[in-house]
């Protein structure tokens, strides 16, 4: 029998980057995957790939930049028949690289509502049937960005770091429930997702992830409980530690590094 066998899996931001390699790694263990995202084409062809591979999956075309109709995607479940969800990946994100001075509200809020007010309402409303039954887990997909903040793009930054400090609190509140709560932080992904897409190398002392690594990260945190778990090559854990005692430091070492250089390329990748 597989790990997942009889678990219903929801995941967000299914249709493009990490979202499809963590809906697949958890179809192969045995769960049903309902899939989230606002590109219905997308979620066609997910589902397809899965059924296709003999997994079993659904698609619930939703854009989670409306986080105050969240209500309504949860009643939708149950006409998937996938009201008693067991595991919760909250994958979805988007970021904008830009000088701060240059956004607008809409902007900020279109970031805070799909990257952090999202999840926490999604997990507002699917948490009491976990507990009701004594399981379940919630995985968060957050950045090292929300470690470390980002220059040029301090809202993705802002958060992310909401995300891991949310997550950080609800662990605490739920221990002994039964439910698990994890927050994945990658750091640079190749192949796939929004770094990728930008067309820039990471920087060489940092390095990159693939996205199966962070798939087999969210499968990990299902099968142990863990916490938080960095998805990084490069040598970070000592660099963050340092940056606590020592945040000007760290400043110096980022920029060292090439990621503020990075972040101004990337916004001129956007003009």
Request: charged share 25%.
């Amino acid at each position: 029998m597989k790990l997942l066998e009889g678990k219903i899996a929801l995941v967000t931001g299914v249709s493009r980057g990490i979202g499809p390699y963590i809906a697949r790694i958890l179809s192969d263990e045995g769960a049903s995957v309902i899939g989230i995202s606002r590109n219905e084409e997308k979620l066609k062809d997910i589902e397809k790939q899965i059924i296709d591979d003999g997994g079993n999956a659904q698609m619930i075309p939703f854009d989670l930049n409306k986080s105050h109709r969240i209500k309504i995607l949860v009643q939708k479940l149950s006409e998937y028949n996938a009201d008693d969800v067991d595991i919760l990946v909250n994958n979805a994100g988007i970021e904008k690289y830009s000088d701060y001075v240059d956004n607008n509200y809409d902007s900020i809020q279109s970031i805070i509502n799909v990257n952090l007010l999202a999840p926490m309402e999604l997990t507002r409303m699917i948490l009491p049937k976990m507990l009701e039954k004594g399981s379940g887990n919630i995985v968060n997909i957050a950045s090292l960005a929300g470690r470390k903040g980002v220059a040029y793009n301090s809202i993705y930054s802002a958060s992310k770091a909401g995300l891991i400090k949310w997550g950080d609190g609800l662990r605490q509140e739920l221990h002994d429930t039964g439910v698990s709560v994890s927050t994945i932080m990658p750091g640079y992904i190749d192949e796939a997702g929004m770094f990728y897409d930008g067309g820039f190398p990471a920087p060489k002392l940092l390095g990159t992830s693939p996205p199966q690594k962070v798939a087999g990260a969210v499968l990990k945190a299902i099968k142990t409980g863990k916490g938080e778990i960095i998805v990084n090559n490069g040598p970070i854990k000592p660099l963050l530690a340092l940056n606590v005692f020592a945040p000007e430091f760290g400043n110096y070492i980022v920029k060292k590094f090439g990621v503020v250089e990075l972040s101004k390329k990337r916004i001129k990748s956007n003009d």
